[in-house]
């Protein structure tokens, strides 16, 4: 089985201030990483993904993330955010094998102040 | 191009009533294609998941039914609604291209049981 952790519900930032969104995951084999954004009312969209090879992953909109496989995390950052960013984001982990089920975490909503 | 449909926007019906919300994918064929409801604060639930015309899995049991009409429709039902049915609706399609590629959502239906 797997599961996946974010640590923050909501997180506040100024605008054009750095930004990290916490995950943490837990499975008993290898697995593919995802990062989501679901802005109010609508759908979630792939932010970036990490599958294998450089453990950095870069992705829309500014964000990257890295993979730390001794720590089982998958922290989303951003340098400087903008009030665009405002939305709720989820952490997702698959298993890399079988049916690739994807669990998603909880959420963390970034609210970005002007 | 690949998209992902999903009707109604909102909707807003009384206990008792029976649900029918649907799902369509265009530019692919014999998707794997999934249910999830998001309440709020919890996440996303996968409900469930089809791979194929005919055959659907439960994730939970539930007031909730799902059926395959057709390759590329996914529909999700209810005879009756309960309170606790209310929440937003996600239809997601499996992407494979170039290599495993996550979920591409629809845009939700925010339904709301009175």
């Known amino acids: 089985a797997q599961s996946v952790t974010q640590l923050d519900s909501q997180v506040p930032v100024f605008e054009e201030a750095p930004v990290e969104l916490r995950c943490n995951y837990s499975?008993?084999?290898?697995?593919?990483l995802f990062w989501y954004v679901q802005y109010p009312n609508q759908g979630l969209q792939l932010l970036l993904k990490?599958?294998?090879?450089?453990?950095l992953v870069k992705g829309i909109n500014g964000f990257e993330a890295e993979f730390n496989k001794s720590q089982t995390s998958f922290h989303l950052r951003k340098p400087s955010v903008h009030i665009s960013d405002t939305a709720e984001y989820f952490c997702?982990?698959?298993?890399?094998?079988?049916?690739?089920?994807?669990?998603f975490g909880t959420g963390t909503k970034l609210q970005v102040i002007p | 191009s690949q998209t992902i449909h999903q009707w109604p926007a909102t909707l807003v019906q009384p206990v008792g009533s029976p649900l029918s919300l649907e799902c369509t994918v265009e530019?692919?064929?014999?998707?794997?294609l999934y249910w999830y409801r998001q309440a709020a604060g919890r996440g996303l639930q996968l409900l469930f998941y089809?791979?194929?015309?005919?055959?659907i899995s439960s994730e939970v049991p539930q007031n909730l039914s799902a059926s395959r009409p057709q390759d590329r429709q996914f529909i999700l039902s209810s005879k009756k609604l309960l309170l606790s049915d209310s929440g937003f609706y996600l239809c997601?399609?499996?992407?494979?291209?170039?290599?495993?590629?996550?979920?591409?959502f629809g845009s939700g239906t925010r339904l709301t049981v009175v």
């Open positions: 990490y599958l294998s090879g450089s453990t």
């Open positions: 530019g692919t064929s014999n998707p794997n």
């Open positions: 499975s008993s084999v290898s697995v593919y």
């Open positions: 089809s791979v194929g015309i005919g055959q």
């Open positions: 997702a982990v698959s298993e890399s094998g079988g049916y690739q089920k994807v669990t």
């Open positions: 997601a399609w499996k992407s494979f291209t170039q290599g495993f590629g996550g979920y591409t």
